[in-house]
């Protein structure tokens, strides 16, 4: 299957995804650490079975030194020990805020407690925000079929960033 559209080449999509990247700096300059962002980006890639995504958050995450282990484990990290307490509180409100309809609560009371014991005020916004924007970026490539494989780190820095 091909891509239906190529959203990276026209000018409307340029220029939301201009403001799309700037939202996405919010959050990573914040508090909360980076690889957290990138393996909550890549669980809600994969429920969402977005390939374009996977592919970026998993390269990106490789780049910025997380191990081969820790991301091949990622859909299944409930069945592992490689992740630390607030990673699976981080991954389990990634899961809730992903599936809304099936669970149909969001982020449960139970989750969110279990997250607010690891992260502080700050990093709990930004956790909200990666939730918010991967699950939107899923959508963005899923709709027009944008396939995964030809990405490289940084290489919207320059158009995007």
């Known amino acids: 299957m091909e891509a239906?559209?190529?959203m990276f080449d026209n000018p409307i999509a340029a220029k939301f995804f201009k403001r799309f990247a700037n939202a996405a700096g919010v959050i990573?300059?914040?508090p909360l650490p980076r690889s957290t962002q990138e393996l909550m980006a890549l669980r809600a890639s994969q429920i969402n079975g977005c390939g374009w995504c996977i592919d970026m958050h998993t390269k990106?995450?490789?780049?910025?030194?997380e191990?081969?282990?820790?991301?091949?484990?990622?859909?299944?990290w409930r069945e592992?020990?490689?992740?630390?307490?607030a990673e699976r509180a981080a991954l389990a409100f990634t899961e809730e805020g992903t599936r809304l309809a099936d669970l149909g609560t969001g982020v449960s009371d139970a989750t969110w407690a279990a997250a607010r014991e690891h992260y502080d005020d700050d990093q709990l916004a930004a956790m909200v925000c990666v939730?918010?924007?991967?699950?939107a970026a899923n959508r963005l490539a899923v709709i027009v079929h944008q396939k995964g494989g030809s990405?490289?780190?940084g290489m919207f820095a320059a158009q995007f960033g």
């Open 4 to 6: 239906r559209f190529d």
């Open 28 to 30: 990573q300059q914040s």
């Open 60 to 65: 990106d995450a490789a780049a910025a030194g």
């Open 67 to 76: 191990s081969a282990v820790r991301l091949h484990l990622v859909a299944a």
């Open 80 to 85: 592992t020990t490689v992740f630390t307490a």
């Open 131 to 135: 939730v918010a924007m991967i699950n």
């Open 151 to 153: 990405y490289e780190p």
